[in-house]
């Protein structure tokens, strides 16, 4: 029996030194001695009863399960029969004993159910290393050999999910090997379910550190008080400045409705008398200055209200300034909801709103102070030519 297992030793452990790729790294000699290994353990317990043969049989399909990696990683247990088979032919070994290590090294394909105790040893053996005290640095192991050997990509989270599920799924066949390794195992899975939920924990306390430093950021983004004080100063003074131009336009209107009223009630009746025609001209011309005062004043003051409406093309480019009620006074409260909606959301859109209403309410105290400063002029000018057309037709008479 010695003499076929150290055989089989020597060659198998050549064979994959020689052959196997640097990128097995779980799947090599390591790891077959390791299976080797607990199949002696297993065979050596006296609750174990098989043969000599059997067990001899049992440590050489061992050695070969795995030695088709070096051929292909799919369906790589057919391959090790092909390699067990043509060295066991060479060593003479029986088609029968040959048939029997084929059957046993079948049987740690995945998903193999076993059908007697030499493939539950092969199987429990094969998947020993669950309850090992280094199982995380064989898991380890082979999530690289994956990397290298299947270019597959998995996280950190995906593997200890995979890693679970394999171990709560995970059955040893042969009693021995469940009342030896099964405590240890449920301890590697205990493990790992911690681990999963310190990974979990960790993971919902980044995502609270990204909303919060993104709630952080957005605030950064929005204008700071100095910004939000210059526009309302701005603004409060250019509603100021309008508010004292129509004062000063009503004020001039007032004054110059009542030399109307008083040139009406007391100077136009004495024009009639022949005595007073000299006081016509400069009438007159008092009462010309004093309507074009109240016309301009009047302009000074008139409202300018627009069609008041728009469209979501309008809120899409950011045409249309939202903040001035000549623009959406024809609207539905529906469409204005929904636009303000819109702005509020593009800080962009707000701020340039907010410039544009600044800028136009600029542009209308513009036209108002030009307004009133040429009202004055009229004014003014109207008073001292009445005021000297009066004064040459007193003149004028008196000399007569």
């Known amino acids: 029996m010695n003499t076929l297992i150290d055989k089989t030793e020597n060659f198998v452990t050549k064979y994959l030194n020689d052959n196997l790729d640097s990128s097995f790294v779980y799947h090599n000699i390591a790891h077959t001695q390791r299976v080797v290994g607990k199949v002696y353990e ?70 193999y159910e076993p059908k007697n105790l030499l493939e539950e040893l092969i199987r429990d053996a ?10 995380e640095d064989y898991t380890a192991l082979l999530r690289k050999e994956w990397e290298l050997t299947l270019n597959k990509k998995i996280s950190k989270t995906e593997w200890l999910e995979e890693n679970i599920n394999f171990l709560t799924n995970h059955t040893f066949y042969s009693p021995l090997a469940a009342s030896k390794w099964e405590k240890r195992k449920g301890k590697n899975l205990a493990n790992l379910i911690q681990n999963q939920n310190k990974i979990k924990a ?112 309008d809120v899409a480019d950011k045409k249309v300034n939202l903040l001035f009620f000549g623009n959406f006074h024809q609207m539905s409260l529906k469409d204005f909801e929904w636009a303000m909606g819109e702005m509020m959301q593009d800080k962009d859109y707000l ?12 542009l ?21 030519v009445s005021v000297i057309a009066f004064g040459v037709a007193f003149a004028t008479s008196g000399a007569a």
């Open 364 to 384: 209308v105290l513009n036209r108002k102070y030009n307004l009133l400063r040429t009202t004055y002029t009229v004014f003014m000018v109207g008073i001292v």
């Open 351 to 362: 701020y340039g709103s907010l410039t544009k209403d600044l800028y136009f309410l600029g």
């Open 126 to 135: 094969d998947c020993a290393h669950v309850s090992s005290k280094k199982y």
């Open 202 to 313: 960790s993971t919902e306390k980044l995502k609270q550190k990204k909303a919060e430093l993104k709630f952080k950021k957005e605030k950064l983004d929005l204008p700071d008080r100095g910004i939000e004080t210059m526009f309302r100063v701005a603004l409060r003074n250019h509603i100021t400045l309008s508010d004292i131009a129509d004062t000063k336009a009503n004020i001039l209107l007032s004054v110059n409705a009542i030399i109307i009223s008083v040139a009406l009630s007391n100077l136009l009746p004495k024009l009639d008398n022949p005595s007073n025609t000299y006081l016509i001209y400069p009438t007159l011309i008092f009462l010309g200055f004093t309507v074009a005062s109240i016309v301009l004043s009047v302009l000074a003051t008139r409202p300018n209200v627009t069609k008041g409406q728009f469209t979501k093309e």
């Open 42 to 111: 297993l065979i050596e317990d006296e609750s174990i009863v098989i043969s000599d043969n059997e067990k001899e049989l049992l440590i050489v399909a061992a050695w070969f399960h795995d030695t088709g990696f070096t051929k292909t990683i799919e369906n790589h247990e057919k391959e090790s029969v092909k390699i067990a088979e043509g060295f066991l032919k060479s060593e003479n070994v029986s088609k029968a004993d040959i048939e029997m290590i084929s059957k046993i090294i079948l049987a740690t394909e995945m998903g």
